[in-house]
Nanobody
């Protein structure tokens, strides 16, 4: 059983930055492809960013490319999502997730094996 604990959400002004963390407990990140997803009110959960088991390959939704960066620190067993140039429409609950079956490629929300509890990100003008 892999427990994922997110932190780092909060309020940010448009154009500002936040960094989300996802600490993995009960297993090492080497065994999982990790993903960040978000869900805004009234909308479906959507893929934001993903990172391969090795950390050598990353993926991004078009809406966040060149603004968000996903990374992992194997020593502290944590995945990060650095969010820069935040926009109002980035407001959502952000979740990290893990897929134990893949090695490199990202996964859909319905393919995730484990989810964190979510952290709220609110961007204001």
């Amino acid at each position: 059983q892999l427990d994922l604990v997110e932190s780092g959400g909060g309020l940010a002004q448009a154009g500002g930055s936040l960094r989300l963390s996802c600490a993995a407990l009960g297993g090492t990140l080497d065994g999982y492809v990790m993903g960040w997803f978000r869900q805004a009110p009234g909308k479906e959960r959507e893929f934001v960013a993903g990172i391969s088991r090795s950390g050598g390959t990353t993926y991004y939704a078009d809406s966040v490319k060149c603004r968000f960066t996903v990374s992992k620190d194997k020593i502290v067993n944590t995945v990060y999502l650095q969010m820069n140039s935040l926009r109002i429409d980035d407001t959502a609950v952000y979740y990290c997730a893990a897929d134990r079956n893949r090695v490199v490629s990202p996964f859909r929300a319905n393919e995730a094996d484990y989810w964190g509890q979510g952290t709220q990100v609110t961007v204001y003008s």
